[in-house]
């Protein structure tokens, strides 16, 4: 599986961004897919994940009530809708793939894509 992240630039704190994230491959509708951040000196984190179906999602507790993952599997896409930015959402973001069951884990999931910076300003 191949992945294209893509949507980042710049935003003012308060607005929103939508990323997309590409997928090759015809099997995309059975992999967990993920979201993860790395902001500027800090190690990489979980951001939010959705399972096979699109019935089951999980964000990490800064995100949440605000950033929604979703997924088209006719269009081998998923997406993150980030609403009401702040600074500290600042980071690169990045698409992850796992064949497997659901995780939060950054460690467990297999293919990623190559990143795409979102920069929140003040």
């Known amino acids: 599986v191949q992945l294209q992240a893509s949507g980042g630039g710049l935003v003012q704190a308060g607005g929103s961004l939508r990323l997309s994230c590409a997928a090759s491959?015809?099997?995309?509708?059975?992999?967990?897919m993920g979201w993860f951040r790395q902001a500027p000196g800090k190690e990489r984190e979980f951001v939010a994940a959705i399972n096979w179906s699109g019935g089951r999602t999980n964000y990490a507790d800064s995100v949440k009530g605000r950033f929604t993952i979703s997924r088209d599997n006719a269009k081998n896409t998923v997406y993150l809708q980030m609403n009401s930015l702040k600074r500290e959402d600042t980071a690169v973001y990045y698409c992850?793939?796992?064949?497997?069951?659901?995780?939060?884990?950054?460690?467990?999931?297999?293919?990623w894509g190559q990143g795409t910076l979102v920069t929140v300003s003040s």
């Open positions: 992850a793939a796992r064949g497997g069951y659901f995780s939060d884990s950054d460690s467990r999931y297999d293919y």
């Open positions: 491959g015809r099997t995309f509708s059975s992999y967990v």
